[in-house]
Structure formats: C-alpha cells, structure tokens
C-alpha cells in the first residue's frame, strides 16, 4: 500500500524570501493584542476575579455528578460555574460570579451560596454542604499574580535552556517565538472575551510546550547544517533546514487538528475556551517556528562559524606540522 504524503520529502520553498512582510504582520499582531488586553481587558473567571465558592458533598453517591451540576448551575445566571472534585469523589467545591457590587453588601454573597445549595438539592437528594466562602478579588488577585509568574518563568526557563543547548542567539528567538504565541492567544481573550480561567493558563503552557518543541526541532536541523555546510549563505541555509523539517511539522500539527476541531465544535461548553486557546496555540506556534524563530537568527547574527570550536595555538601548529597551512 503506498503511504499517504501531504508533503513531499524534498521541497524548495523560499520560506526567508518573505521574512521581512511576515515579520511586520507579526509584529502588529502583537501590538494589536496587547492594546486588546490593556483597553477591553481580559474577561477573568471565578478563579481570577473572585465569587463564592460552595463545597457539598453527595452522600449516598460514589461520585459527584459533575456534567449534571454544570448544566444545572449554567442557568442560574452567574456565569459559567467552576467545579472540581474536593477531597473524596462524591465531594466537590463549586465557584460562581457574584454580580458587580454584591461582594459590597452584606449577606449578599452568602445567599447566593445559599441559593446555589438549594438549587442542588432540588435536584438530588441528600446533600451536605460543607462551606459557603466569599473569594475575595485580592486572593483573585494574588491567584493572578501566581499565574503571570509562571507563565514568565517557564518562559524564561525554556529561553535559558535553548541558550545552553544552543548559542543564546537561539534562546533569544526562542523567546521572541514564546512571546509571539502567548500574545496572540491572550489577544484573541480579549478581542472575544471568552473566559480566563486557570484551565487557559495550563492552555497556555501547553502552547508554549508544543511551540518550543516544532522550534527545537527546526534549530537543530539548523545546527546541523550549519556544521555541514560551512560556505553556504545563511539565508539559503535556513531554507533548507526549515524545508528539511516540514514534512514532520506539518503532519505533527495536522493530526492535531484532526484530535482538536471535534472537541472544539461538538465538545462540551465548558471546555470551548480551553481547546479553542490550544487550536490556535498550535496554528501560531507552527507559523512562528518557520517565520520567527528561523529568520531571526540572521538579524541576531548566527553565522556559518557559530558552532564551529575557536582554533587554539596548539591546533593550528598541529594543522601547520601536517601542512594543511
């Protein structure tokens, strides 16, 4: 049977014949994000703009029935709720939005908990609630804060490894690439405000983990060649190397698509926020991959000679008794 090739295995596409337009139309984007997130702001869930946090138990269940729980509370009108198993299967912490102003007036917060219990019990029998808390927007705060860390510091971290492996040219464009991918997902937050939760800051690891790897790949295929071929222009070289690694960066994206775009379209809503931030993390991590980290190499100043060891007084009095010079 012959094996089915979207890509051939040797192409010549001039990928750095158009790094100069990409990277204007790269560059905007990520000036258009951010003006996004600064001016429209992000729309922050429970986790990170506070609420009230319900934990009951189901008594006579194994397991709490967490779907059901979400379409029920769904309609309550406090936003899409957020629910999590707390502790033992059958117990779980439910989190709603409180209004605007109601965190301000007394007892306010606690009848919603209130009424958020009475709505589960309505449905399913014998329930036992366990706490009824306000979030306040300074925990919400510090969770923001705790979340903009990490994300900075795997960031960083990834920048630091790559220049290690590396030369730090390549950590810089590494992080260029990062930084590109995570701007245009926080962008695309803000442009439609879909919820931000702690489920799109573990998204958006996941984009930053999926993006270092295609650039990982490509780099090395770089180093390679740049071993290889010693006169050849970096330009074209980066051509090559970046030809060399498609048939594997696009087949790699491509199958997840093909795992991703039935959860985005028939999946449950609970998750759209999630899987769409992934979506887009891996259309933009392949796009940077190929037109940000490569083409940036030749602005940061990579040359043939970058991984070639400096020749010490002992190796060339070895090269001249040899008569190589």
Partial sequence: MKLLKLVPETTNIKFLKWRVP??????????????????KGLNYGVDFAGGQEVRVTFVEREEAPIVEL???????????????????????????????GAEDQPGAATAIGEEVVRTIQSEFENVRQDANETVSGKVAGEFRQTALYALLFAMLAIAAYIW??????????????????????????????LEFSLQIIAAILAIIGYSLNDTIVVY????????????????????????????????????????????????????????????????VGTYSSVYMAAPILIWLGVTSDSFVPEETIADRQEKKARGEI
Wanted: aromatic share 12%; proline share 5%; net charge neutral.
């Fill in 164 to 193: 290690i492996r590396f030369e730090w040219q390549f950590g810089v464009g590494a992080l260029f690439a990062l930084f590109h991918d995570v701007s245009l997902t926080l962008g695309m937050f803000a442009l439609f405000q």
């Fill in 220 to 283: 090395d295929r770089i180093r390679e060649n740049l071993k290889k071929f010693r006169k050849m222009p970096l330009p074209e070289l980066l051509d090559l190397s970046v030809n060399e690694t498609l048939a594997r960066t696009v087949m790699t994206s491509l199958t997840l698509f093909i795992a991703l775009l039935p959860l985005l379209f028939f999946g449950p809503a609970s998750l759209f926020g999630l899987v769409a931030a992934i979506v887009l993390g891996v259309f």
């Fill in 22 to 39: 990409f990277y204007i139309v790269s560059i905007l984007l990520i000036a258009a994000s951010w003006a996004l997130v600064l001016t």
């Fill in 70 to 100: 979400r379409d029920q509370l769904g309609d309550l009108g406090y936003g899409e709720p957020t629910i999590q198993r707390f502790g033992d299967p059958n117990s779980v912490s439910i989190r709603v939005r409180l209004p605007e």
